[in-house]
């Protein structure tokens, strides 16, 4: 399968714990993003990075959460010291972003339950 | 916060009818797509439309960039059982003005067999 893998699928955390989600791209996409989910809701958007630059961060993300692309391949969502409200389905999605035609490619998604 | 308003937020129809839903926005948006998402899923791109007033097709579905570029439809003709799910849109600014999607807050397509 050559599409965006999420892991984990499932995320069961108590509050104040740390957890870190991971997102594989699609091969050679250059853009990654990072969206929120809550019930009933359309995805919101986090963060995304550009290879390994993080180019924009929206203000739904606190200084609890971190997101990484190390080698502009792979990323890593952490959120520390979770909260219940952080209960959400986090999507990943990747793009070819210079074609003038960017078109963004989601995976399955974490659904984390913080209890 | 959300900008797109999507209707209806619901839908339940008979297999065989058609459907027909829409988005609006306050604001332009150079990039519309459509995404359909089942329940655990992410959501599958369906349609994605470039141009101000492209009319777009992919198999039963058909959808509109629209001219103002503040809104966009979506239609699905002779609907089946597997049309069931939420359907969302999406508008994106573009390259050099930000390359978040914004979503509206779906539609869910209930299909009676």
């Known amino acids: 399968d050559t599409g965006v893998s999420q892991d984990p699928r499932h995320k069961i955390t108590k509050r104040g714990q740390n957890v870190t989600f991971r997102c594989d791209p699609i091969s050679e996409h250059n853009r990654l993003y990072w969206y929120r989910q809550t019930l009933g809701q359309g995805p919101e958007f986090l963060t995304y990075?550009?290879?390994?630059?993080?180019?924009?961060k929206s203000r739904l993300l606190s200084d609890r959460f971190s997101a990484e692309r190390p080698k502009g391949s792979f990323s890593t969502l952490e959120i520390q010291r979770t909260e219940q409200g952080d209960s959400a389905m986090y999507l990943c999605?990747?793009?070819?972003?210079?074609?003038?035609?960017?078109?963004?490619?989601f995976g399955p998604g974490t659904r984390l339950l913080v209890l | 916060g959300q900008q797109l308003n999507q209707s209806p937020q619901s839908m339940f129809i008979q297999e065989g009818e058609d459907v027909s839903m829409n988005c609006t926005s306050s604001?332009?948006?150079?990039?519309w797509l459509w995404y359909k998402q089942d329940p655990g899923e992410g959501p599958v791109l369906l349609i994605a439309l470039y141009k101000a007033g492209e009319l777009t097709s992919n198999g039963r579905l058909t959808a509109q960039f629209g001219i103002t570029r503040k809104d966009s439809f979506l239609n699905i003709s002779a609907s089946i059982p597997s049309d069931v799910g939420i359907y969302f849109c999406?508008?994106?600014?573009?390259?050099?003005?930000?390359?978040?999607?914004?979503f509206g807050e779906g539609t869910q397509l209930t299909v009676n067999p």
């Open positions: 999605a990747s793009s070819l972003g210079n074609s003038g035609k960017e078109t963004q490619y």
């Open positions: 999406a508008g994106q600014l573009g390259d050099f003005s930000g390359s978040r999607l914004t």
């Open positions: 604001s332009i948006f150079n990039t």
């Open positions: 990075f550009q290879n390994e630059a993080q180019l924009e």
